[in-house]
């Protein structure tokens, strides 16, 4: 398939460098370039962190020690 990217110049110019000294050509390079990122493992999906809910009659307002904390995180 064909399409058009527009590249800063600097890129591109970096780009074609890298694909003479590998021996490659551009259409190779970025072939590999796009399936190297696209096949990366996805962060954050998935995992979602808890956290232990403190409840209190007037939000806002509950006062815990560093101690009492850390009980409640362990």
């Given at each position: 398939?064909?399409?058009?990217v527009?590249?800063?110049?600097?890129?591109?110019r970096?780009?074609?460098?890298?694909?003479?000294?590998q021996?490659m050509?551009?259409?190779?390079?970025?072939?590999?370039?796009?399936?190297?990122?696209?096949?990366?493992?996805?962060k954050?999906?998935?995992?979602?962190?808890?956290l232990p809910?403190i409840h209190s009659?007037?939000?806002?307002?509950?006062?815990?020690?560093?101690a009492e904390?850390?009980?409640?995180?362990t």
């Amino acid at each position: 398939m064909r399409t058009t990217v527009d590249l800063p110049d600097a890129l591109f110019r970096r780009m074609k460098a890298n694909a003479a000294l590998q021996g490659m050509s551009l259409k190779q390079f970025i072939t590999r370039a796009i399936e190297a990122e696209i096949s990366k493992p996805r962060k954050g999906k998935g995992y979602r962190v808890k956290l232990p809910l403190i409840h209190s009659k007037r939000p806002g307002t509950l006062d815990l020690t560093n101690a009492e904390i850390e009980d409640l995180l362990t």
